[in-house]
């Protein structure tokens, strides 16, 4: 991971400010650029086979998404960005995906960047970069790759299902984040579920050998989905103080409500940072449980054999005269006297609850 970290950012290195190289690995067959048009009275969905098709939508009256998966076409990329008269910075950012969450005020527009988080086929987290652009009447979106979180806002501005239709392009910049944030608490879940089946194996003794580096996995998945929601709280107290025309005032309350689930969302994670901590310490007392018992039972062995070591000892020195070798019953007294003594010392450890 490390290593690929370096490659990353090895791809940067002595380029100029604005240069657009995508730093990710995902890549597309193909650029996929789908388009809403939409106002209250009708809903145009397309899908486009070429950048320059999505330059006429600028001009609409109406409010348009344009969606772009496939971050590897850096100059069809380049080109949406130049007829929308978008910064180099900007562009830079959108193709490098190792961006912090953030938002970045200009006279036209706004630029959001966030973590889209999902659960791939191995139950680890998958976190993508998502940049928006929100402009007057338009809302551009960035994507490394296709599959997302936004069926469900596809479907209500195709229904014309709640307000969607009906806002402008500062809503729809809204349910899309919203979608994303609401998407993490099914990975808020998914963690949830990994810690308490952690606890059930440690408590039952049933813990694999690989627990030790599951917990630790599980520990760093934890710090990444913090890394990608903490700095969203800030993206959206700036967009509720942002005094614009981009943001009207009857949206900022709905913002509002995306600041609270990141509140709760970010108090899962505090928690669930605190459980991991504890399943840490739980699985080392377990062990360390389990090597008292151990010693325990030697010791116990051990006191045990002592004496019955001791007698052995003392009547198997090579001395000429020991009285009771020439005794005819001594071999039966000698075995009777160290079964009394083992069955009696048994006795006294469990009446000292020691077994």
């Known amino acids: 991971m490390a290593k690929n970290r370096v490659k990353k950012q090895h791809k940067k290195l002595g380029k100029s400010p604005g240069s657009m190289i995508y730093t990710g690995e995902k890549s597309t067959k193909k650029l996929f650029i789908e388009v809403f048009d939409y106002n209250a009275e009708k809903c145009i969905e397309k899908e486009l086979t070429s950048i320059q098709d999505a330059f006429d939508f600028k001009l609409s009256n109406s409010v348009t998404w344009i969606n772009i998966n496939g971050l590897n076409h850096v100059e069809d990329i380049e080109k949406l960005g130049n007829h929308y008269n978008l910064h180099p910075l900007v562009l830079e950012d959108i193709v490098s995906i190792s961006q912090r969450p953030k938002i970045d005020e200009y006279d036209d527009y706004l630029f959001v960047v966030l973590k889209m988080l999902s659960v791939d086929e191995t139950d680890s987290i998958v976190s993508e970069q998502v940049s928006f652009v929100l402009g007057k009447g338009y809302v551009l979106s960035f994507q490394e790759s296709e599959g997302d979180v936004f069926d469900a806002v ?5 229904q014309g299902k709640g307000r969607a239709r009906t806002m402008q392009a500062d809503y729809l910049l809204y349910i899309l984040m919203d979608a994303i944030v609401d998407h993490y608490f099914t990975i808020i879940e998914a963690l949830g579920e990994k810690i308490e089946d952690y606890e059930d194996s440690i408590f039952s003794g049933l813990a694999s050998k ?8 599980l520990k760093r998945e934890i710090l990444r989905v913090r890394r990608a929601i903490f700095p969203l709280r800030e993206v959206i107290s700036r967009i509720e103080k942002h005094e614009s025309t981009l943001i009207l005032k009857k949206t900022k309350t709905f913002y509002r409500d995306i600041y609270d689930h990141l509140i709760q969302v970010s108090e899962n994670i505090d ?9 840490m310490d739980m699985y080392m007392t377990t062990i360390s449980n389990k090597m008292n018992e151990v010693m325990k039972v030697l010791t116990i062995m051990a006191s045990i054999f002592i004496p019955l070591t001791f007698i052995a000892g003392i009547y198997g020195m090579n001395f000429d005269y020991i009285p009771e070798l020439h005794y005819k019953y001594s071999y039966f007294i000698l075995w009777g006297v160290m079964i009394a003594m083992f069955v009696g ?3 006294y450890f469990k009446k000292k609850k020691w077994l």
Request: proline fraction near 0%; avoid cysteine; hydrophobic fraction near 40%.
């Open 271 to 279: 928690i669930y940072r605190e459980m991991i901590w504890s399943l």
């Open 210 to 217: 690989t627990i030790n580096k599951d917990i630790q996995d």
């Open 154 to 158: 596809r479907e209500r501005i195709r």
């Open 345 to 347: 010392m048994l006795y």
